[in-house]
């Protein structure tokens, strides 16, 4: 089975930045495909940014320039870069990754992690 670890929310200010990752583990492991997206109180999940199995690396409007993802394919995990947060940011983070494993493919969810901007 293939498994999503995330973390590194929190309570930040206004401004303040924030890293979160999520971490696959499963057998032979592949990351094709890989977003973030983020879910604030009363409102539906919206898609924040990812990277496509061509390799490009898209955002949303509202966090294009302040969000970055990155990854680091040796350990299977990828990361999320919050600068200059704002109180909109707020809501809780949640990575989806798709790809194969040694049972086959999979498209998994993150447990979701709070992050929390306001002063």
């Known amino acids: 089975q293939v498994q999503l670890v995330e973390s590194g929310g929190g309570l930040v200010q206004p401004g303040g930045s924030l890293r979160l990752s999520c971490a696959a583990s499963?057998?032979?492991?592949?990351?094709?495909?890989m977003g973030w997206y983020r879910q604030a109180p009363g409102k539906q999940r919206e898609w924040v940014g990812g990277f496509t199995s061509g390799g490009s690396t898209n955002y949303e409007d509202s966090v294009r320039g302040r969000f970055t993802i990155s990854r680091d394919s040796a350990k299977n995990t990828v990361y999320l870069q919050m600068n200059s947060l704002k109180p909109e940011d707020t809501g809780v983070y949640y990575c989806?990754?798709?790809?194969?494993?040694?049972?086959?493919?999979?498209?998994?969810w993150g447990q979701g992690t709070q992050v929390t901007v306001s002063s």
């Open positions: 989806k990754m798709e790809g194969r494993f040694s049972g086959g493919t999979y498209t998994k």
């Open positions: 499963g057998s032979s492991l592949s990351i094709y495909t």
